[in-house]
T-cell receptor, first 116, second 113 residues
Framework: AQSVAQPEDQVNVAEGNPLTVKCTYSVSGNPYLFWYVQYPNRGLQFLLKYITGDNLVKGSYGFEAEFNKSQTSFHLKKPSALVSDSALYFCAVRDSSSGSARQLTFGSGTQLTVLP | DAEITQSPRHKITETGRQVTLACHQTWNHNNMFWYRQDLGHGLRLIHYSYGVQDTNKGEVSDGYSVSRSNTEDLPLTLESAASSQTSVYFC????????????FGEGSRLTVL
């Protein structure tokens, strides 16, 4: 079975400061990991994904994420937060070895608020 | 540009009524999914389809059904709406590869009174 956890419901950060949104996962095989962002009253938008290779993945809007296999983590980061980054962020995982390898399992989401 | 559209965006109905939420994608994706989003639960998978005439149950499928008669559409039907089905519903699609991301619609907010 595949699962993903986002341990923080809410993250607050001052504008201009670095931000981190945490995600840990559990899979049997190799993980395919994804980050999505949701703005109010909108659908989820894809930010970035890790499939294989370089542990640091760069994505849209200046976001990046670091894959750490030993810690089973895939934390989302940005060097300098903007007020417009305030949104709900979801981590998702797909187990490459699962029979239902085409399904994504989502975390419960982290509300990021960037304070001016 | 390719897109995925949901209708209606907002719906209010009464307990016991049948409701159908439409989902239409022009990505030509084989895979389509329906999720519901509730506070504290994130996104939970209701039903999914890997192609025409294929449908499968997700983790919260009770009270819901889907049908896939063509590539573009996956309507979600609530046979007899219940207050517990008040939620925001998202349709998504993806390619057939395990590494592909999902593309989401804008959501349908359903209120069951």
């Amino acid at each position: 079975a595949q699962s993903v956890a986002q341990p923080e419901d809410q993250v607050n950060v001052a504008e201009g400061n670095p931000l981190t949104v945490k995600c840990t996962y559990s899979v049997s095989g190799n993980p395919y990991l994804f980050w999505y962002v949701q703005y109010p009253n909108r659908g989820l938008q894809f930010l970035l994904k890790y499939i294989t290779g370089d542990n640091l993945v760069k994505g849209s809007y200046g976001f990046e994420a670091e894959f750490n296999k030993s810690q089973t983590s895939f934390h989302l980061k940005k060097p300098s937060a903007l007020v417009s980054d305030s949104a709900l962020y979801f981590c998702a995982v797909r187990d490459s070895s699962s029979g239902s390898a085409r399904q994504l399992t989502f975390g419960s989401g982290t509300q990021l608020t960037v304070l001016p | 540009d390719a897109e995925i559209t949901q209708s209606p965006r907002h719906k209010i109905t009464e307990t016991g009524r049948q409701v159908t939420l439409a989902c239409h994608q022009t990505w030509n994706h084989n895979n389509m999914f329906w999720y519901r989003q509730d506070l504290g639960h994130g996104l939970r998978l209701i039903h999914y389809s890997y192609g025409v005439q294929d449908t499968n149950k997700g983790e919260v499928s009770d009270g819901y059904s889907v049908s896939r008669s063509n590539t573009e559409d996956l309507p979600l039907t609530l046979e007899s709406a219940a207050s517990s089905q008040t939620s925001v519903y998202f349709c998504a699609s993806s390619t057939g590869t395990a590494t592909g991301e999902l593309f989401f619609g804008e959501g349908s907010r359903l209120t069951v009174l």
